[in-house]
């Protein structure tokens, strides 16, 4: 069993920035793929970024150009550098990894919330 714990989320104004972070921890084998995802209110959760292992990454088009993801092996993390933020971008974040026994048990998230 793997656990995800997120942080870094806040209340920032439009235009601005928030770096998340996801840790994961416990019986870890292999991270072939770590994903961020968010939920907005009413909304269902919507992949946001993933990269594999190898370093490749895909982004939904609606963060393309604004969010990067990246990760640390040595660490087990996973991080989305959010820049330029909408309100629409509010929502809880949450992370998840795939490994060679799937994906994981989700953890709390973390809320970013972007003011006007």
């Known amino acids: 069993q793997v656990q995800l714990a997120e942080s870094g989320g806040g209340l920032v104004q439009a235009g601005g920035s928030l770096r998340l972070s996801c840790a994961a921890s416990?019986?870890?084998?292999?991270?072939?793929?770590m994903d961020w995802y968010r939920q907005a209110p009413g909304k269902q959760r919507e992949l946001v970024a993933a990269?594999?292992?190898?370093?490749?990454?895909n982004y939904a088009d609606s963060v393309k150009g604004r969010f990067t993801i990246s990760r640390d092996n040595a660490k087990n993390t996973v991080y989305l550098q959010m820049n330029s933020l909408k309100p629409e971008d509010t929502g809880v974040y949450y992370c998840n990894v795939f490994t060679t026994s799937g994906y994981q048990n989700w953890g709390q998230g973390t809320q970013v919330t972007v003011s006007s």
């Open positions: 416990g019986s870890i084998s292999i991270l072939y793929r």
């Open positions: 990269i594999t292992s190898g370093g490749s990454t």
